[in-house]
């Protein structure tokens, strides 16, 4: 079963993308992921990546597409693997078609988890960080015992730069321009299915297993 996840920042794809990946044991694969492996490897494409990096550039489609292909040839990914934030453009998609086609398959379905942007921004601004272990906590949904700190480690919450309502809005900007063509474009393809994003995580999880099957 090879899967695509879409979805904005915080719509809940990666949660969805770690709980399908365990039930069905095909590995949650991240271009973030493989781009940390491939430059600690000092592999020669992440060398290659890392060049660009260093400089402020973007990696090139092609390169981008050559470290997922990579990834995609090791064993535990035979049976399937799960992409998470990754083809992030049309340029990007039709790169992988066509390394998919060379390596002799294909994206079975692509789920685009749809969540409206106040709920993504009201979701994200509520998180809070602890700023020493990294706990993870919401004002609404997952309060710590007292509040303000971490009932892990009792060190200080906090509400990450990148969760502040300004940068969410940016974020979200971004993946309206670049990211939601790509809806269309699986469309057309016929391998597209859109979920409830709003409900509850263990919600949309059943409804995209009712939409996988058993394998």
């Known amino acids: 079963m090879k899967l695509i ?18 039930k069905y044991d095909i590995p949650h694969i991240s271009t973030g992921d493989i ?10 494409l992440g060398k290659e990546a890392k060049g660009y990096m260093d400089q402020g550039l973007l990696v090139p489609d092609e390169l981008v597409v050559a470290l997922v292909a990579d990834r995609l040839q090791e064993d535990d990914a035979q049976e399937g693997f799960i992409l998470d934030g990754f083809p992030r453009t049309i340029p990007q998609a039709q790169h992988l078609d066509k390394t998919l086609d060379e390596m002799g398959t294909k994206i079975d379905h ?13 979701r994200l ?6 700023i020493k272990c990294g706990a993870t906590y ?31 809005i940016k974020r979200l900007q971004v993946y309206h321009e670049q990211t ?7 469309k057309d393809k016929n391998v597209l299915v859109s979920v409830d994003g709003k409900l509850p995580i263990e919600d949309t999880f059943e409804i995209i ?5 058993d394998r």
């Open 5 to 22: 996840l879409l979805g904005a920042p915080g719509a809940g794809k990666g949660t969805q993308a770690k709980m399908l990946a365990k």
């Open 35 to 44: 781009f940390r492996a491939n430059i600690k490897n000092e592999t020669e």
């Open 110 to 122: 692509v789920i685009d988890v749809d969540c409206p942007d106040a709920n993504i921004v009201k």
């Open 125 to 130: 601004s509520g998180r809070r960080a602890c």
């Open 138 to 168: 919401h004002t609404e949904h997952l309060k710590p015992k007292v509040e303000g700190i971490c009932d892990v480690c009792g060190s200080e919450l906090v509400l990450r730069d990148d969760d502040k309502p300004e940068t969410v």
């Open 180 to 186: 939601q063509p790509l809806i269309e474009y699986y």
């Open 209 to 213: 297993v009712d939409i996988l099957g």
